[in-house]
């Protein structure tokens, strides 16, 4: 069965400072890979989605960036976070035509 | 407008009551949707896809209304453990999924 694993679980990170989330998912190929985040009290937003290695797509321009350098691996990055990066971040993946699920999360507070 | 729109809520009602959501989309070329259910501080989880002739799952049922553009999902019987936030998805085509804000549902005793 495929699983996804999202990490750190919980992070707290002054403003300026670097970021970087993971993801792996196992027991599937070539998935579609994709990162969402989630503010307080508002709905998903697609951040980056990617259907292939090296392969990114960008939903909003912001501060961030994400990078797949293997098949299941999807990385979200930021050189400098800024208060409003704060929230909750879900790594998904999905195979076309089928539904997506989510990882686990990361909650991220910039103080 | 937005692409994917839903009541925030939230609803308040009692265990054993009928309770149901609708979620409205806006571009009639969408192919697939879905209900997401997500409990506090936690991910969404698929709770069931909606097909064009309605599915039972349980004490939930999701409809799909192409005409008006909208899905919906009943509760009967409502649990206590049923409180959560409920997501509506539409598939626009591609790999482009689009969720709604959420649907807030506090069961009480």
């Known amino acids: 069965s495929q699983t996804i694993h999202q990490w750190p679980a919980t992070l707290v990170q002054p403003v300026g400072s670097p970021l970087s989330l993971e993801c792996t998912v196992e027991g599937t190929s070539n998935p579609n890979l994709y990162w969402y985040r989630q503010a307080a009290g508002r709905g998903l937003q697609l951040l980056f989605y990617s259907v292939g290695i090296g392969q990114i797509s960008s939903e909003v321009p912001q501060n961030l960036s994400a990078s797949r350098p293997q098949d299941r691996q999807f990385i979200l990055s930021s050189k400098k976070l800024l208060l409003s990066d704060s929230g909750f971040y879900l790594c998904?993946?999905?195979?076309?035509?089928?539904?997506?699920?989510f990882g686990e999360g990361s909650w991220l507070t910039v103080v | 407008r937005k692409e994917v729109e839903q009541d925030p809520g939230p609803f308040n009602v009692p265990e054993g009551a009928t309770v149901a959501f609708n979620c409205t989309y806006s571009?009639?070329?969408?192919?697939?949707f879905f209900w997401y259910r997500q409990d506090c501080r936690k991910e969404p989880k698929l709770l069931m896809s909606?097909?064009?002739s309605g599915n039972e799952d349980g004490r939930f049922t999701a409809q799909l209304n192409r005409a008006s553009q909208y899905i919906s999902l009943l509760i009967r019987d409502s649990k206590l453990s049923d409180s959560a936030t409920y997501l509506c998805v539409v598939n626009m085509g591609g790999n482009k999924l689009v969720f709604g804000a959420g649907t807030i549902l506090r069961v009480k005793s």
């Open positions: 998904a993946w999905r195979l076309p035509g089928n539904t997506i699920y």
């Open positions: 909606v097909y064009s």
């Open positions: 571009n009639s070329a969408s192919q697939s």
